[in-house]
């Protein structure tokens, strides 16, 4: 695991949009797993301006989201649906054919978390997972104590994830399941890049970086894949800020 120590979010956001850069131009039809939440959203800003200055195509680009909600339309304005359109695929022009994200809006989630699987297996896996981490260790959905071989899979989201996330549906009624990529399906991607700021994930990245692989922090699956890089801000290592 190489980990990359930065200030601040703003470093973390550069470097991580130059790496992302870096794949598409050495592999235009890569295969992006991407990330929702706060923290890639500044990633996904300098890379749509990135893109934009360099005129990188974006077009034979594939992505596949790690979850989306159960239970709200794809067009409510916090579904990752949403989110994923307004940030990433229209800026970047990735077409709607190459962008994949769970269906949340089925009944039939057992299908669902099949397909979403078979999919990414057909895409022969992912070439660059990017994931943002919970403040209890989670990657995608994977919450505390999945299995590390897990698929796809619904889940109920943990009181500590509905917390963090209650700031986005400010009083509405909040989602309290989702559909995620599994732990085992994470670990297929061929590299992971995992970004963490700010104090709240100290404890997340400390466990991780313990090296242990524990059921009870998801995040410490990563241990074991071959390629891992890790952008972390001082606050999320507790440490002074500085290059490793
Ligand atoms: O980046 P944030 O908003 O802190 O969220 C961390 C993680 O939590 C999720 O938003 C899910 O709760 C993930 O998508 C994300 O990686």
Redesign the pocket.
């Known amino acids: 695991m190489r980990v990359i120590a930065v200030a601040d979010y703003e470093e973390m956001s550069v470097l991580a949009a130059e790496m992302i850069e870096a794949k598409v131009r050495n592999q235009p039809d890569a295969v992006l797993g991407l990330?929702?939440?706060?923290?890639?959203l500044g990633t996904y800003r300098h890379l749509v301006e990135s893109a934009a200055a360099r005129h990188l195509s974006f077009r034979r680009v594939k992505t596949v989201n790690?979850?989306e909600y159960v239970g709200i339309p794809a067009s409510h304005p916090q579904s990752y649906h949403s989110y994923m359109k307004e940030n990433v695929f229209d800026p970047l022009g990735i077409l709607p054919e190459n962008s994949h994200l769970p269906n949340g809006e089925t009944l039939e989630l057992t299908a669902e978390c099949a397909r979403y699987d078979k999919l990414i297996q057909e895409l022969n896996s992912v070439d660059l997972q990017v994931?943002?981490?919970?403040q209890n260790g989670?990657?995608?959905?994977n919450e505390p104590g999945t299995p590390f071989n897990s698929s796809t899979h619904v889940v109920e989201l943990t009181e500590s994830?509905l917390r963090?996330?209650a700031k986005y549906f400010k009083g509405e009624k909040q989602p309290v399941q989702a559909i995620t990529m599994g732990i085992g399906t994470i670990l297929k991607s061929k590299e992971i890049l995992l970004l963490a700021s700010g104090s709240s994930k100290k404890e997340a990245i400390s466990a991780l970086m313990s090296g242990i692989r524990d059921e009870n922090v998801p995040a410490t699956a990563l241990v074991s894949h071959p390629s891992v890089t890790v952008i972390a801000d001082s606050e999320a290592l507790a440490v002074e800020s500085k290059r490793v």
């Open positions: 990330a929702t939440g706060g923290t890639p790690l979850d994931l943002g981490i919970g989670h990657i995608g959905f994830t963090a996330n």
